[in-house]
């Protein structure tokens, strides 16, 4: 791997609740290289979200905190930066692309307003010049009619259209990071496909980094570099995309894809789904977080928690029986 661009090193954020201490993000590490997509992969309340909003310090306070780590983009180690140096690289070098635009874009402004205002603050660009790279931008990313659409409101544009916006937004500062969060949420399939390959291209061309945070294991298939699959706050496996499909090396990554219809599946086969619920962050289990429901747990993993270790090259995995898995 290039010198990272992102490196993300024990990584811990809680949040105080009238349950206790809630560990949403325990001890994570990842790297991104330039031109690189990062998939972060997992069910709701694993921490993939939560893991996005801490790098670009967007966690409330009270009632959550980044306890530990270290997130040194470029660098530069964001979590120790001013309010006023933070801000100056969220929307300019780092983008974020939320899960759900409607609630994530102003309803009572113009929607090329939203996008020209980044371009006006970070980059000092006069609004009339501004406004012009919103339809640009709008264009770019294949919106039809676009120069009349600078002028319409969010409550105009339909769920596709909303997301193409967001993405313009993202790209209006050209940054090198881009974070999208479930981007094609409540989208249905055509548009999703759209909107994904949009994405790719338009981070291959500026060379920026993708972290792609999704539970759509279809998605990372076709679009990810590499994978980060998380649970219960933490990185139970990590390489490559195509390693991990073709050998899997934890019993939460083999459930997910076995809950996943295939192509390849004979007609009439059934999905295995994973029983049981996710963990309460609250409440972690001594040992594993997915022993109580894995079907090859022992009394090792129920007592022991797993250290995330090199299962092969380039791969690996939090698993006490990863050597037996993925062969």
């Known amino acids: 791997m290039n010198t990272p661009l992102l490196s993300v090193k024990n990584l811990s954020t809680e949040f105080r609740t009238e349950r206790g201490v809630v560990k949403a993000v325990d001890d994570v590490s990842f790297e991104l290289a330039a031109g690189e997509t990062l998939a972060i992969v997992g069910e709701s309340g694993s921490g993939k979200s939560v893991t996005a909003m801490s790098i670009l310090r967007l966690i409330p306070d009270p009632p959550g905190r980044i306890s530990a780590g270290e997130v040194v983009f470029d660098g530069q180690n964001l979590l120790t930066l ?3 140096g933070i801000r100056a690289i969220r929307g300019d070098r780092i983008a974020m692309i939320f899960q759900e635009p409607m609630s994530s874009l102003n309803p009572s402004l113009t ?4 996008i020209a205002e980044p371009v006006n603050l970070h980059r000092r660009t006069p609004w009339a010049a501004a406004m012009n790279m919103a339809a640009e931008l709008l264009a770019r990313v294949r919106l039809p009619d676009a120069a009349a659409r600078v002028k319409a409101y969010p409550h105009q544009f339909s769920g596709g259209m909303r997301q193409r916006a967001m ?12 974070i999208a969060d479930e981007p094609t949420t409540a989208l249905d399939v055509t548009v999703q496909a759209q909107i994904l390959a949009l994405l790719k291209e338009v981070t291959r061309a500026a060379n920026s980094a993708l972290i ?4 759509d294991l279809g998605v990372v ?3 990810a570099d590499r994978v980060c699959v998380m649970y219960g706050g933490r990185i139970v496996e990590a390489g490559p995309a195509r390693e991990i499909y073709a050998r899997p090396r934890h019993p ?7 809950s996943v219809p295939r192509l390849d599946q004979e007609a009439g086969s059934r999905l295995v789904p994973i029983e049981g619920s996710p963990p309460n962050l609250a409440n972690l289990p001594p040992g594993c977080a997915f022993a109580p429901r894995c079907r090859r747990a022992a009394d090792l993993c129920r007592n022991h928690r797993p250290l995330l270790v090199k299962s092969a090259p380039d791969h690996l995995s939090a698993c006490h029986f990863h050597a037996q898995l993925g062969t």
Do not use: F
Not at 111 to 114: A, E, F, I, K, M
Not at 252 to 258: C, D, S, V
């Open 82 to 84: 001013s309010d006023e």
């Open 167 to 178: 993405i313009a937004m993202a790209l209006a500062c050209q940054p090198q990071l881009i």
């Open 212 to 215: 792609l945070i999704t539970h």
């Open 252 to 258: 939460y990554t083999i459930g997910l894809m076995a």
């Open 221 to 223: 298939a076709r679009y």
């Open 111 to 114: 929607v090329g307003l939203q």
